[in-house]
């Protein structure tokens, strides 16, 4: 009897200390869990490539703004009143031209912005870094309006002027635009399509990137990367 005694009393002690083990266990990776500033850096610069990558691969597919009509770059109000004028007298082809160019140069700026993504992230400061972690859906993507927009301008106009140029649309546009602004008592119109079209596509590029940031926010299984894993888990913590 003594023997059965003490061998229950000794598995009770191992059950117990298996258990304190646990707990020991459990406490240190509560504490493992708030990732270092450079942990965190990390773990966003990681989602923030993940995204931007994605986002750029999407839309810079041919066809990609023509043929999704949630994104496909239509004229401005002005030069549609052009464009409707031109169709009822059978140059319907050439505005059809004219918008396929439109989204096709929308696309060609797209596979510009990459390297300029990847430089403002990796100038991003640790305080950045934890503040845009915590800070929910969409604050990475604010992050990089702030400091890729005015980089991204310079490189999508020109692929766009280009586009726009090989059918003749610039110029002609243009002009149309500077003889209305001539008319008395008119509001005057921009006559820089390449503008246009360059903050149309800057915008479906931020939105597109800002639902691949919010995907990766909300999904655990998006994060691809041990840092991104750490850095989000701990996010989840804060929301």
């Given at each position: 009897?003594?023997?059965?005694?003490?061998?229950g009393a000794l598995s009770m002690f191992i059950s117990a200390c298996d258990v304190a083990k646990v707990?020991?266990?459990?406490?240190?990776?509560?504490?493992?869990?708030?990732?270092?500033?450079?942990?965190?850096?990390?773990?966003?610069?990681?989602?923030?490539?993940?995204?931007?990558?994605?986002?750029?691969?999407?839309l810079s597919q041919t066809g990609a703004f023509n043929n999704n009509a949630l994104i496909k770059i239509?004229?401005?109000?002005?030069?549609?009143?052009?464009?409707?004028?031109?169709?009822?007298?059978?140059?319907?082809?050439?505005?059809?031209?004219?918008?396929?160019?439109?989204?096709?140069?929308?696309?060609?700026?797209?596979?510009?912005?990459?390297p300029i993504f990847i430089d403002a992230v990796s100038k991003m400061s640790f305080s950045d870094a934890?503040?845009?972690?915590?800070?929910?859906?969409?604050?990475?993507?604010?992050?990089?309006?702030?400091?890729?927009?005015?980089?991204?301008?310079?490189?999508?106009?020109?692929?766009?002027?280009?586009?726009?140029?090989?059918?003749?649309?610039?110029?002609?546009?243009?002009?149309?635009?500077?003889?209305?602004?001539?008319?008395?008592?008119?509001?005057?119109?921009?006559?820089?399509?390449?503008?246009?079209?360059?903050?149309?596509?800057?915008?479906?590029?931020?939105?597109?990137?800002?639902?691949?940031?919010?995907?990766?926010?909300?999904?655990?299984?998006?994060?691809?990367?041990?840092?991104?894993?750490?850095?989000?888990?701990?996010?989840?913590?804060?929301?």
């Amino acid at each position: 009897m003594k023997k059965y005694l003490l061998v229950g009393a000794l598995s009770m002690f191992i059950s117990a200390c298996d258990v304190a083990k646990v707990v020991a266990t459990d406490v240190i990776a509560n504490l493992n869990t708030v990732p270092t500033q450079s942990e965190a850096a990390d773990g966003l610069k990681d989602a923030l490539k993940q995204g931007f990558s994605n986002g750029v691969a999407q839309l810079s597919q041919t066809g990609a703004f023509n043929n999704n009509a949630l994104i496909k770059i239509l004229l401005p109000e002005d030069a549609q009143k052009v464009a409707d004028k031109l169709r009822s007298i059978g140059m319907g082809d050439q505005v059809d031209k004219v918008i396929f160019q439109l989204n096709e140069g929308a696309e060609k700026a797209v596979a510009t912005a990459k390297p300029i993504f990847i430089d403002a992230v990796s100038k991003m400061s640790f305080s950045d870094a934890m503040s845009i972690l915590t800070g929910g859906n969409g604050a990475a993507t604010n992050y990089l309006k702030q400091t890729t927009s005015s980089a991204l301008q310079t490189a999508f106009k020109p692929q766009i002027e280009q586009s726009l140029n090989q059918v003749g649309f610039t110029a002609h546009w243009s002009d149309l635009v500077n003889t209305y602004n001539k008319i008395p008592l008119v509001t005057k119109q921009n006559p820089d399509l390449n503008q246009y079209v360059t903050d149309k596509a800057m915008k479906a590029l931020f939105d597109r990137v800002e639902i691949e940031e919010n995907a990766i926010r909300s999904d655990p299984s998006k994060r691809l990367t041990d840092l991104m894993k750490k850095a989000f888990n701990y996010a989840d913590t804060k929301k």
